[in-house]
């Protein structure tokens, strides 16, 4: 996949070699549901030059997904940000018969939206069959053939991808879904820059409510940006609703924040794409994590 939200023009990027003297510190995780570390791929050799495709098939090498595709998704390459905004992709999607997408449509459900390739799902979806189902939305509709091709090639059950403009579709997907939805991430989404395109950005209020509102009381959500700007512009949205979210290092104190309420290190295992890209630009990633507050007792247990 072409490198689409990047701050630094593709060809102005440097080539970077790992020198001794460069130290790669690796997260620790949190994540319960993911018990073997990973980033084994990202152990280079001294003086090892390294491009973010190489890094990205490594990070993922044993997902062994193919490079070479069918003739019906044919060559997959992504270069501008689409515009949601165009009148074809207001309209919400229609819900699939979610008894037909997955082996069994009562498990808990997590959705990535703006899911990009889907490797980071594809990944998850493997290690935890029979117990979590995974949702990818994506506006462009060549990465969603491809997605799906890989997983039918790996027979996966508990994931689908949908080409939708999630902004617009994400409430009615979500609320036919016969089981519980608990995570939703959404991560590095495209930055669209300019002021004036500010509302092409993925999350805007409506989305924010109807997330708030379709999750399971201590579900969760989790966001990241690569440009501090749209990191806190996802902040802002998702802080708006402390009457009904907490951010989890207020109630897990494994979860480690920087001052300024960052983590300080990914929950979920494995990195997506983006950040694997902005690990060889050595730039930062910005990242939260909220669990909605249980109404009563009972709480939802993952
Ligand atoms: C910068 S990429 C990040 C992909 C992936 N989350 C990652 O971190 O590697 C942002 C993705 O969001 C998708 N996207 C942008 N707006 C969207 C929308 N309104 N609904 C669904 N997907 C969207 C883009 O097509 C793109 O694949």
């Not at 609320?175 to 669209?192: A, E, F, K």
């Not at 939260?288 to 009563?296: D, G, I, N």
């Amino acid at each position: 996949m072409g490198c689409i939200s990047c701050a630094i023009p593709r060809f102005i990027r440097p080539t970077i070699t790992i020198s001794p003297s460069l130290k790669l510190s690796f997260p620790t995780f949190h994540h319960r549901t993911v018990s073997a570390a990973v980033y084994p791929a990202l152990r280079l050799s001294e003086g090892e030059e390294i491009r973010s495709p190489e890094l990205v098939a490594r990070e993922y090498a044993d997902l062994n997904l193919p490079d070479k595709f069918c003739q019906e998704v044919g060559h997959v390459r992504i270069r501008q940000h689409v515009n949601p905004l165009r009148s074809s992709l207001m309209v919400p999607v229609e819900a699939p018969d979610w008894n037909v997408v997955y082996k069994d449509a009562t498990l808990p459900l997590m959705v990535d939206i703006g899911c990009g390739s889907g490797r980071f799902l594809i990944w998850l979806a493997k290690r935890n069959p029979g117990f979590r189902n995974y949702l990818g939305l994506e506006i462009r509709p060549k990465l969603v053939k491809r997605a799906e091709y890989w997983v039918n090639g790996l027979a996966l059950k508990n994931i689908h991808f949908i080409y939708a403009n999630a902004t617009v579709s994400f409430k009615q997907l979500v609320s036919t879904y016969p089981g519980p939805l608990i995570l939703v991430s959404i991560l590095c989404p495209d930055p669209h820059f300019k002021k004036k395109h500010h509302k092409r950005r993925v999350v805007q209020k409506p989305l924010v409510e109807s997330i708030v509102e379709g999750l399971v009381p201590g579900g969760q959500i989790f966001i990241q940006s690569d440009v501090l700007d749209v990191a806190l512009d996802m902040r802002d949205y998702f802080d708006a609703e402390s009457h009904k979210l907490v951010h989890i290092d207020s109630i897990n104190p494994d979860m480690l924040c920087d001052d300024e309420g960052w983590l300080l290190n990914n929950p979920m295992g494995i990195r997506t794409e983006r950040e694997i890209h902005e690990f060889k630009y050595i730039s930062r990633i910005y990242s939260r994590y909220y669990s909605k507050l249980a109404t009563s007792r009972k709480r939802w247990r993952f």
